[in-house]
């Protein structure tokens, strides 16, 4: 039988819930278990597509073109799995469900209630995942905190699955903060009252982990313990940390895949992989520093970017490098009389993804001094379409050349709206989604990162390269390395002139993994790295 995980959080958003139960995974996964993950956001949008990303952060996409919440993207990334569009849903999906439902008259007439019918919905959509993977268990994050308005109906579906398919095959496991006050004293009350609330809901924690800035004192173990009726083997500590692929080795050595385990009735089936080990100590001790900037949209919440974020770290551990961001506004550069300043520290520029008009022509001088520089540069979607528009405008020629995104007017519309989205209204699941093949051309940078002729990448974007140009910007010097496979779609473009600049329209970032760094990102931490040791070489005392 399939066996459940549920993770709830207290006291405030944003504890590490996402990443503990990402954690968890990689520990089961490590003992030989197939693990399937789910999220569940107590939100009434239907997906996370057309949230705010200062708001919400990254929306994270799936193969299968789901718009999901960022903490799947976490989840991905840690347990070396390829989710699709079941792994998150909302409060407004099931509510949109459930009304389909009784508009067409499954419910034969019956009065539509939270209980049973939302729950009910609740339940299905989390055993079908554990049918359709074939799980041996699905962990399952319920967003929010206990208390929250929006979370009962989630918390009581939960309740029930444990009654549906017994306590032996169930475990609740919550995530708190124990507060630090300046003077350094730990309290444990908020976290007695979240747990306390979880329990008037019916539902008693089997295991706690305890987030906290400095070592859980043994007292505060015993007083939770004895207070909430958790046994203090399975009160476990959740300290801050840097490194987050750490932390599952920290876990682990507090037991927590064996407490899991022993609660669920799960003999272990193999040992930790020593690959995860081996990675965590690569980040620990890298053999070369570097530092790149990100110059984008949303540089204030770095959680709009933050699996921008992580692939430049895979990036670094490919190349045995610690890379150091440094994150910069594009609305300011343009009022930046001396741009050698801004950029004078970094080996690199990363520009990524973004929606309108605001902060473009950052983007743009960023593109052009990268390219008059030679500085390693790598454009993600708009990244690549502020490569394409700086170099119409002052390699081409193509005066004023611009997006019809930011520009409807503009003379050379150089980047324009896909086809067929022009008759498109709704903005939510109507953009160019999920994996489509890409044919990479022989001799490019692009084929030299991949080393293979066709790739398939993740997409997210509503406007391409339009195609009346293409001649023109070839003919400039700007190689089109890769197409689609009817080669109607530009995919990746590269300056040829320039050792290495190249940007891509799908988001590589999405697929790239710790234990399997994208070879974009990998190829371009190599180029900054080399970029670093030439300018190194250029000022040393010995030129």
């Known amino acids: 039988m399939t066996k459940y995980i549920f993770v709830t959080g207290g006291v405030i958003s944003g504890i590490g819930k996402g990443i503990t139960t990402a954690s968890l995974g990689r520990l089961l996964i490590d003992r030989g278990f197939k693990v399937s993950v789910i999220k569940i956001d107590p939100y009434l949008n239907v997906d996370a597509g057309v949230m705010n990303p200062f708001q919400h952060g990254e929306v994270f996409v799936t193969h299968d073109g789901a718009e999901t919440d960022l903490d799947v993207g976490n989840y991905e990334r840690f ?55 074939d799980a041996d268990i699905v962990i399952t994050e319920i967003g929010g905190t206990i208390g929250d308005f929006e979370t009962p109906p989630f ?38 009252h979240s747990i306390r609330k979880l329990q008037e809901l019916g539902i008693q924690p089997d295991l706690l982990l305890c987030r906290t800035s400095q070592p859980l004192d043994e007292s505060i173990r015993m007083k939770i313990a004895l207070l909430c009726g958790i046994s203090a083997e399975y009160i ?29 009735g799960l003999e272990r089936r193999a040992t930790m992989d020593t690959e995860w080990v081996a990675m965590v100590e690569k980040l620990k001790n890298p053999k070369h520093n570097t530092r790149i900037a990100i110059v984008g949209k949303y540089t204030t919440g770095n959680d709009a970017y933050i699996s921008v974020q992580e692939a430049v770290k895979h990036g670094g551990i490919a190349n045995e490098a610690a ?12 009022e930046q009389p001396n741009l050698d300043t801004v950029f004078e520290h970094v080996d690199g520029i990363l520009v990524p993804g973004g929606f309108g008009y605001r902060g473009i022509e950052g983007m743009l001088v960023t593109a052009q001094y990268a390219r008059e520089n030679h500085i390693p540069y790598l454009g993600l979607c708009l990244g690549m379409q502020c490569l394409v528009i700086e170099f119409a405008r002052n390699v081409a020629t193509l005066k004023k050349a611009n997006s019809t995104e930011v520009d409807e007017e503009t003379p050379h519309p150089v980047i324009d709206l896909m086809p067929e989205q022009r008759a498109i209204a709704d903005l939510g699941a109507t953009m160019r989604l999920g994996l489509y093949p890409c044919v990479l051309k022989e001799n490019t940078k692009s084929y030299a990162a991949y080393q293979q002729p066709i790739i398939v990448e993740r997409h997210r974007h509503r406007y391409e390269l339009n195609n009346r140009y293409r001649a023109t910007l070839e003919s400039a010097g700007l190689c089109f390395s890769g197409v689609s496979p009817d080669e109607s779609l530009v995919e990746i473009a590269e300056v040829t002139e320039h050792p290495w600049m190249v940007g891509s329209q799908f988001h590589p970032e999405f697929q790239s993994k710790p234990l399997a760094p994208h070879p974009l990102f990998r190829e371009f931490i190599g180029a900054v790295l080399g970029y670093q040791r030439q300018t190194r070489a250029c000022v040393s005392p010995e030129n």
Not at 99 to 119: A, F, S
Not at 323 to 334: A, C, M, R
Request: proline share 3%.
């Open 79 to 133: 347990l070396g799995l390829d989710l699709n569009q079941h792994a998150n849903f909302t409060t407004g999906s099931v509510y949109s469900e459930v009304i389909k439902k009784e508009r067409r008259g499954d419910y034969l007439g019956e009065t539509v209630q939270l209980i049973p019918h939302v729950t009910d919905e609740i339940k299905r959509r989390i055993y079908q995942i554990g049918k359709d993977t």
């Open 155 to 192: 918390v009581e579906a939960i309740r029930q699955m444990a009654v549906d398919v017994g306590r032996e095959n169930t475990m609740f496991l919550h995530v708190s903060l124990i507060y630090t006050l300046p003077n350094g004293e730990s309290k444990s009350k908020p976290t007695q």
């Open 323 to 334: 890379v150091d961001i440094e994150w910069i506004d594009s609305e300011t550069l343009t």
């Open 236 to 264: 476990l500590e959740g300290l801050d940390t840097k490194c987050i692929d750490e932390i599952p080795l920290n876990f682990e050595k507090q037991g927590m895949g064996h407490l899991v385990s022993k609660k669920l």
